[in-house]
T-cell receptor
Framework: GAGVSQTPSNKVTEKGKYVELRCDPI?????LYWYRQSLGQGPEFLIY????????DSGLPNDRFFAVRPEGSVSTLKIQRTERGDSAVYLC???????????FGPGTRLLVL | RKEVEQDPGPFNVPEGATVAFNCTYSNSASQSFFWYRQDCRKEPKLLMS???SGNEDGRFTAQLNRASQYISLLIRDSKLSDSATYLC???????????????FGQGTILTVHP
């Protein structure tokens, strides 16, 4: 079956611009997670949704980062006033329920110039 | 101090070798433990969960020492296809399952050569 998909696969933007990253979870998965991975590091948790609500947003680095999941399926991670330090791979994962294995998408590579 | 720390590596081993990776975690509330594998420029994939009694999956053996807050992964008879980054992961989920936030180590790079 189809796995987690993310679009775009690559995004190049300029400092100060706004970007949106999209995640389509595996059909039927109620839990959705966003992580960020910098070069040479492991993924770092950003936010986790159970259904439409953010169950844990403790990993969002500051108020420039925001994520939504309005219908409990697709999620969008929004970054305002991008900075060069935001450059990383943004990974999305989903699981059937929070207690189950998380399956990751291929990620969006964001480069802020 | 990072919540999950791993051997920095990289490890370069010949085919057929046995290699071991170690990991320590600082949060005693951690309940669930995993090893993920990540190929170059790919997403992480679950390799195996780690249970208190230790567990084996083919050539892979995982051990957990809760008292020392230490996790290990042993790979026997290494194959070229084992070349990847191995990520140690902990979570506060109970009962050997993940729940919400996964906390990853920085990963250890393994290269298996002919």
């Amino acid at each position: 079956g189809a796995g987690v998909s993310q679009t775009p696969s690559n995004k190049v933007t300029e400092k100060g611009k706004y970007v949106e990253l999209r995640c389509d979870p595996i059909s039927g998965h109620t839990a959705l997670y966003w992580y960020r991975q910098s070069l040479g590091q492991g993924p770092e948790f950003l936010i986790y949704f159970q259904g439409t609500g953010a169950a844990d947003d403790s990993g969002l680095p500051n108020d420039r980062f925001f994520a939504v999941r309005p219908e409990g399926s697709v999620s969008t991670l929004k970054i305002q006033r991008t900075e060069r330090g935001d450059s990383a791979v943004y990974l999305c994962a989903s699981s059937l329920i929070p207690q189950e294995t998380q399956y990751f998408g291929p990620g969006t590579r964001l480069l802020v110039l | 101090r990072k919540e999950v720390e791993q051997d920095p590596g990289p490890f370069n081993v010949p085919e057929g070798a046995t290699v071991a990776f170690n990991c320590t975690y600082s949060n005693s509330a951690s309940q669930s433990f995993f090893w993920y594998r990540q190929d170059c420029r790919k997403e992480p994939k679950l390799l195996m969960s780690v249970y208190s009694s230790g567990n084996e999956d083919g050539r892979f053996t995982a051990q957990l020492n809760r008292a020392s807050q230490y996790i290990s992964l042993l790979i026997r008879d290494s194959k070229l296809s084992d070349s990847a980054t191995y990520l140690c992961v902990v979570s506060k989920g109970a009962g050997g399952t993940s729940y919400g936030k996964l906390t990853f180590g920085q990963g250890t790079i393994l290269t298996v050569h002919p």
